[in-house]
């Protein structure tokens, strides 16, 4: 089975004060290469990696890694351009796929058990949407079939998978992943998360 990753890595950290939470060490590594890692130590490919805000600062991470790294230039007009631009670039190094996976950086407990559960599901459900529960809500990581993207490319502005999912819950199975909530957007989250006072930044 034909599974490529976008992992969203474009934003621009706004509440971050602009630092970007790409770059955020969590156990020796940065969230980017915590979830790059971990979509490389599957079978899926390709790879493809969405920059954007801190494309410059962020890209290093990625030196040397069998990952295909698409800039988005629109990144600002929201969630929508990136999920848009990672769809164009997993056609353009690999037509024939079956689904495709969402990842974001932002959430560190992202494993490859939970990647492999995500296809797991899919494979055996018969569902064409497989989508991590959390927080009393369905969201990303989320596993599409091939036959949303087009509608995945119809997307706009702010609007992300979650969109897709609500609009087909009865073509969409959960599977549960309650650190999932946890939430990386203020210098609060972060503190909270490294359990100190200051961002690590």
């Given amino acids: 089975m034909n599974i490529a990753i976008v992992i969203l890595a474009a934003g621009s950290s706004s509440r971050l004060e602009h630092?970007?939470?790409q770059l955020i060490q969590w156990e020796g590594r940065t969230l980017l290469r915590r979830v790059v890692d971990t979509a490389l130590d599957t079978a899926f490919r390709p790879v493809v990696v969405v920059l954007g805000a801190?494309?410059?600062q962020v890209a290093p991470e990625l030196d040397g890694l069998p990952v295909t790294i698409i800039d988005n230039q629109h990144w600002q007009q929201g969630l929508a351009s990136s999920v848009k631009t990672g769809l164009a670039a997993v056609y353009l190094t690999q037509k024939d796929i079956d689904a495709?996976?969402?990842?974001l950086t932002d959430q560190p407990h992202v494993d490859g058990v939970l990647v492999q559960r995500l296809v797991q599901v899919y494979e055996e459900s018969g569902k064409g949407i497989v989508a991590a529960s959390y927080g009393g809500s369905l969201g990303v990581p989320a596993l599409f079939d091939r036959k949303?993207?087009?509608?995945?490319?119809?997307?706009?502005g702010d609007a992300g998978a979650k969109k897709v999912i609500m609009e087909h819950l009865d073509d969409c199975v959960e599977v549960p992943f309650s650190l999932g909530s946890i939430d990386l957007d203020t210098r609060q989250d972060v503190s909270r998360f490294l359990g100190t006072e200051s961002e690590e930044q």
Avoid: A, D, R, T
């Fill in 54 to 56: 801190h494309k410059k």
């Fill in 19 to 21: 630092q970007p939470k």
């Fill in 148 to 156: 949303y993207i087009h509608e995945l490319l119809g997307l706009e």
């Fill in 100 to 103: 495709v996976l969402f990842l």
